[in-house]
């Protein structure tokens, strides 16, 4: 007689049919837990006025994605990543700083600020481990939920901001938007006084919004390149549907150099369709991009669009955005030999335009240039580890294999995007310093390096087997 233990008879009937299987559970969790992270990041609700040392709510909501995550997944989630390495020598390098501020610098930080600024620091890192974590358990799902749900709030936040300066609502978009987003004050009264009036949605100004719209082109025109001999007319029709909202948005924040921006990358979707021969899709999108470079001129002719037009009669030297910036610079170059060993540490304000304060605090916001910017909060290790942030990343995605899958095409093209759109703004923004707006590049590069990860482990385990990735294909 057999002595071995009976197995655990199958599920069957209803419960068989009614109950998830574990593949579904983790892809419920990915699609769940990616639009709880981003809506947490673009829409705080101000919860941080509630929480202690006034934290993001998406520091909280983070480590708990990243905890269920383990329960899971396991350990594997946790892997560490060159990226993880460099988020920590930033904490690191804020720290040093704000030691050398005090002590050589005699300047005086307020406890409270400087952990708060820390903690919000490991916020980033938290953002980052919650999308590798989802990559990591779900790498399609992670992908695709990541560019559907970006898309679908980056869009709800643009209609947002068209409703704020178009239409029989606009105070009531307004207040909406103060009590869900990020912005303060600067959502109600527009950018300043200097510059009038102009629409912010949910964000902390103009710019940033014209920013976030401009991921949102990013995303969409990486997702077209991706198609390739997939791409028909009705795509290239919605490419350039979104691409005319999202520039529509640009002209009503007045945002001059992300309105630009948004032309050009239309004129890569174009010739992105010449490149693989998509006639026809050319010239359905041809005619949709000429006929909405006519509506632009037609709706800045009209009025209230004088910010972003006085370029062409002030000239560049009397334009007020630009001389901000030399102000900013020249500010800066006052107090540059004081600092090039670690800055002048960060407070509360380093980031904005705002000089009250000591005698380094003249130079806040650094002109508005993110190279300066490091130079000012870090001295020459931040500009040595921006630039080292932006070499492992650019070694990230070059080393990302498509491996004819269509949802590692998509990332990898949108990401390729938004890289490029970060590191070419960085003259005249500052992108990487703020979470704001950091936070994107910080869930894109969350997938790529899951991916990396993964492909690695593959290959790793393949090797073990004497067998190449392309051999196993062929099997």
């Known amino acids: 007689m057999s002595t071995a233990i009976p197995a655990a008879p199958a599920l069957g009937g209803l419960l068989g049919?009614?109950?998830?299987?574990?593949?579904?559970?983790?892809?419920?969790?990915?699609w769940a837990g990616v639009p709880l992270l981003i809506c947490s990041i673009v829409f705080p609700l101000h919860l941080q006025d509630r929480l202690p040392y006034n934290i993001l709510p998406s520091l909280p909501i983070s480590f708990f994605l990243i905890l269920s995550a383990i329960a899971i997944r396991g350990v594997a989630v946790l892997r560490r990543t060159p990226f993880d390495w460099i988020l920590?020598?930033?904490?690191g390098l804020t720290i040093l700083s704000t030691i050398h501020g005090t002590l050589m610098l005699n300047r005086m930080f307020y406890e409270i600020e400087t952990i708060s600024i820390l903690l919000n620091m490991f916020n980033m890192w938290f953002v980052f481990r919650a999308m590798y974590a989802f990559t990591v358990i779900d790498a399609q799902s992670a992908s695709r939920a990541l560019l559907f749900w970006l898309l679908l709030v980056i869009t709800l936040c643009t209609v947002i901001g068209i409703l704020q300066s178009v239409g029989p609502f606009q105070n009531d978009m307004v207040n909406f938007a103060y009590r869900i987003g990020v912005g303060e004050s600067s959502i109600k009264a527009g950018a300043s006084e200097i510059t009038g009036v102009r629409t912010t949605s949910v964000f902390s100004g103009p710019n940033i919004f014209g920013f976030v719209n401009l991921i949102g082109c990013s995303i969409l025109v990486g997702v077209a390149m991706a198609f390739k001999q997939k791409l028909r007319e009705l795509h290239g029709v919605i490419i350039l549907m979104g691409l005319g909202l999202f520039s529509y948005a640009n002209?009503?924040?007045?945002?001059?150099?992300?309105?630009?921006?948004?032309?050009?990358?239309?004129?890569v979707f174009l010739v992105y369709l010449i490149r693989v021969a998509k006639w026809r899709?050319?010239?359905t999108s041809a005619v949709m991009f000429v006929l909405m470079g006519i509506g632009t001129v037609i709706l800045t002719t009209g009025g209230g669009?004088?910010?972003m037009t006085n370029i062409f009669s002030t000239g560049v030297q009397k334009d007020v955005s630009y001389q901000v910036r030399v102000m900013g610079l020249q500010k800066v170059a006052d107090?540059?030999?004081?600092?090039?060993?670690?800055?002048?540490?960060?407070?509360?304000?380093?980031?904005?335009?705002f000089g009250k304060g000591d005698f380094y605090s003249k130079a806040n916001g650094a002109g508005d240039n993110g190279l300066v910017m490091s130079y000012f909060l870090l001295?020459?290790?931040?500009?040595i580890h921006l630039f080292f942030l932006i070499y492992v990343c650019y070694r990230a995605v070059k080393s990302l294999k498509t491996e004819d899958r269509i949802f590692i095409s998509t990332i990898k093209s949108a990401t390729w995007l938004v890289f490029w759109l970060f590191v070419i703004t960085i003259p005249y923004a500052v992108r990487f310093q703020k979470f704001e707006t950091f936070s994107y590049w910080l869930l894109l590069f969350g997938v790529v390096f899951g991916l990396l990860s993964l492909q690695e482990q593959r290959d790793r385990r393949l090797g073990e087997l004497g067998l190449t990735s392309d051999e196993m294909k062929a099997v």
């Not at 920590?88 to 904490?91: A, E, I, N, T, W």
């Open 379 to 383: 001295g020459i290790p931040g500009v």
């Open 335 to 353: 107090v540059a030999n004081d600092i090039p060993i670690l800055g002048v540490g960060q407070d509360g304000y380093s980031l904005m335009l």
């Open 251 to 267: 002209l009503n924040s007045q945002s001059r150099l992300t309105f630009v921006f948004a032309a050009v990358l239309g004129i």
């Open 305 to 307: 669009y004088e910010y």
């Open 88 to 91: 920590f020598s930033l904490v």
């Open 281 to 283: 899709a050319l010239l």
């Open 17 to 30: 049919r009614i109950m998830p299987t574990e593949l579904a559970i983790r892809r419920l969790f990915v």
